[in-house]
């Protein structure tokens, strides 16, 4: 189903499938697709971060990806 999964925090769940990072709900719902990437983590305080072609994004619960 997954090739890798963290525990739940704050609601969501860190899955990967197919190289591509997304957070799950507790149904297994797709949430948020933050694709491929490396340094991500579950959430804490409502943010997380990803890096991707040498650059840093924040990723909030909302679902926003910004560019740090």
């Not at 997954?2 to 190289?19: N, P, Q, S, W």
């Not at 990437?37 to 679902?63: A, E, L, Q, V």
Request: with cysteine.
């Amino acid at each position: 189903l997954y090739d890798l999964a963290f525990e739940f925090g704050e609601g969501l769940a860190l899955v990967r499938i197919d190289k591509e990072w997304h957070f799950i709900d507790v149904m297994g719902r797709v949430v948020i697709s933050c694709g491929q990437g490396c340094g991500i983590k579950p959430f804490n305080n409502g943010t997380t971060h990803i890096c991707r072609d040498g650059k840093k994004f924040s990723i909030y619960r909302d679902g926003r990806i910004e560019e740090i």
